[in-house]
């Protein structure tokens, strides 16, 4: 591409530089939820076998769900010994094992439920949700187009005001502003905490009623322009 041969502006051919600026309010379009399955036995084998058992029981419930959960991801797995404190040799008390799974959601509609009924379950803790637009949401691509219209019309009223008008565009700058929701902030607790290991309620918990948050989406870009000579 030709530069232009006035890159700092001249008399006869000002340069004018402004930022264009777009903020949106959207609605979430995912939810995630982060799930931890524990277990706690007096043997290796035993608390890796609830840890399985416990932890096969959160993935068939979130399968049930078909296309409602979007993604089912396991992350981390432990099994760490609990020791005993009592005398110059350690003993091991006990195994405590934890896989934490992360849920992507996007039906809304079978979300409370689907939080209800895992939180419900024995030693299983579930924290969440957070909302998020997904990476390529057509919010963003309005955004970028919103900030540089702003940027447009603000050179436009710049110009005007001098009486000169908007002879060329010489760069456009994405300043890469642009802030969905964080995927997986710090979590200010969970719907249930770790259950004990006593049955199963005669009755499922009635469903959480969630109402999403909306996101903002920002967008920022500078804008240089050559004009005709002003009017002053």
Known sequence: MTETPYPYGTPDHPRLAVRGEARLEIDPEIARVGITV???????????????????TVLELARTYGEAVEKLETGAFS??????QRGRDEKIRAYHGR????????????LGEFTT???DLDMTRIDGPWWALRPNSPAHGEARRQAVREAVQRAREYADAVGAQ???????????AENA??????????YGAPRGFAGA????APALDLEPQRQTVRAQVNARFIMTPPNL
């Open 117 to 119: 009924r895992v939180a």
């Open 181 to 190: 929701a964080p995927a997986l902030p710090p979590a200010p607790g969970g």
């Open 79 to 84: 099994i760490t010994p609990e020791l005993t």
């Open 166 to 176: 908007l002879a060329a565009l010489v760069e456009l700058a994405d300043l890469g």
């Open 38 to 56: 524990s277990a706690r036995g007096k043997d290796r084998r035993a608390a890796l076998e609830d840890l399985t058992r416990r932890n096969t």
């Open 201 to 204: 309620p005669a009755e499922a």
């Open 99 to 110: 896989v934490h799974i992360t849920a992507v959601l996007g039906d809304f509609t079978a």
